[in-house]
């Protein structure tokens, strides 16, 4: 007989799955690029330079008070918004680093990492109907994220400059529209190393205000930014503090990733559109790291000595791939570095992300990854590398890259 049609549900995470490229021909869900990398690294005892995560932890103090915390009893449920220490720290940062007056007990939201607070915000603040607008290459919870929420996502690709990746100044004007709610931004960028300039930011200001959009600004980077540049949050510009979610987390800046410690902040109405959803999906998290966090949130030690130590490993390993002939997108911030695999003759930054750990012993992760699944034309042959990892292993990641290049097992260019 005829195969029974799919149920509304079954086809509700269908279209998640496909909208975030993971759905495979026979029907399942194959995991995420990372996950993929990161196990198949893991098969091969590759140096996994795909998955950005420290391979040190961070200040011990740090990781001594959440022991103290755990000892003087914070194990059970703290408060939904979280614990008020923490929303006071997080507001003091925002004063201290951008000026921007915030209410701890009104304008901040303590979450499960940045990535809980993306969903929380998308699921909240749009819906069927509404456009979605990010930047592309994108993380790719904001695909998800955005199909979850049942709205359509609109992506506006960066510009590949001499420069490096650039704003699309046009491209965002034409794609936000009167259907648009949401401008989803990422600054400093993952996968590029991007930060955005002040004067791309007016732009984007600019057309926020014109039709009456609500930004919010991924910076879990904020202080990972390289040389004499600086992070400029949206929310600082003119008009702009009303109508942005600011979103950040304690993991990058403290290489603390683990402990999933972010936060949401805005205005007093967005916040709580937020926390209205938020408290359905994890309700509270991490007590004892709540306390901890707050103590390093006062001393900007740590995130200034750790943006200066990745700038030079980030040097490091840019040396080493254009070493190799690649040609390589110097990035500004964050813990990534693009390199265009081109030469290396590979069908794709996909296929030659699958054979480097089989055949190099190195995991990377292709950009295309971070794309619409019709988008990746542009970005097909980029591949990024993290630069998050001690010397030893970068040296010796560009020394296996060297090897298995020199003995011939590259495609050929």
């Not at 202080?223 to 979103?247: K, N, S």
């Not at 993991?251 to 709580?272: D, H, Q």
């Not at 959803?277 to 390093?296: D, H, N, R, S």
């Not at 295309?368 to 097909?380: K, N, Q, V, W």
Request: overall charge negative; proline content about 7%.
């Amino acid at each position: 007989g005829e195969p029974a049609m799919p149920h509304r549900s079954e086809r509700r995470w269908r279209d998640v799955a496909r909208s975030t490229g993971l759905l495979t021909e026979d029907g399942g869900v194959r995991p995420t690029i990372f996950t993929e990398m990161s196990a198949l690294a893991a098969r091969t005892g590759s140096l996994n330079l795909g998955q950005g995560f420290p391979d040190s932890d961070g200040p011990a103090w740090v990781r001594q008070a959440a022991i103290d915390a755990i000892r003087a009893g914070a194990n059970q449920y703290p408060p939904g918004p979280r614990i008020p220490l923490l929303r006071r720290a997080i507001a003091d940062h925002q004063q201290r680093h951008y000026g921007l007056q915030v209410d701890p007990d009104h304008e901040v939201l303590v979450t499960t990492g940045a990535t809980e607070a993306l969903a929380a915000a998308i699921l909240a603040l749009c819906g069927p109907g509404d456009d979605v607008v990010t930047l592309e290459p994108f993380y790719d919870s904001y695909a998800a994220a955005v199909a979850l929420a049942g709205a359509s996502h609109v992506a506006v690709p960066l510009r590949l400059t001499d420069e490096g990746f650039r704003l699309d100044s046009a491209a965002l004007q034409a794609a936000v529209t009167d259907r648009t709610a949401l401008i989803v931004l990422n600054s400093p960028h993952n996968p590029t190393g991007m930060v955005l300039t002040p004067t791309e930011l007016t732009v984007i200001a600019e057309v926020a205000r014109r039709h009456d959009v609500i930004v919010i600004t991924d910076e879990v980077y904020e202080h990972l930014v390289f040389g004499a540049l600086a992070h400029l949050p949206l929310a600082t510009l003119p008009d702009m503090a009303e109508r942005t979610l600011t979103i950040s987390s304690s993991g990058k800046s403290y290489s603390l990733t683990g402990w999933k410690i972010g936060w949401i902040i805005g205005p007093r109405a967005l916040v709580s559109a937020v926390q209205t959803v938020k408290q359905f999906l994890t309700f509270t998290t991490g007590a004892p790291f709540q306390p901890a966090i707050a103590a390093a949130l006062a001393n900007d030690e740590f995130p200034r000595w750790l943006a200066g130590d990745l700038a030079r490993r980030r040097d490091l390993l840019v040396a080493g791939l254009r070493s190799l002939g690649l040609p390589v997108y110097v990035p500004d911030g964050t813990y990534f570095v693009i390199a265009d695999a081109a030469p290396w003759g590979a069908a794709s930054g996909l296929e030659l992300c699958r054979r480097l750990p089989v055949e190099a012993g190195v995991a990377a992760v292709p950009v295309s990854a971070f794309c619409l699944p019709d988008h990746a034309g542009p970005f097909r042959d980029l591949v990024r590398f993290t630069f998050v990892k001690d010397d030893q292993t970068l040296s010796a990641a560009v020394q296996r890259l060297a090897g298995w290049a020199g003995r011939g097992d590259a495609p050929a260019s």
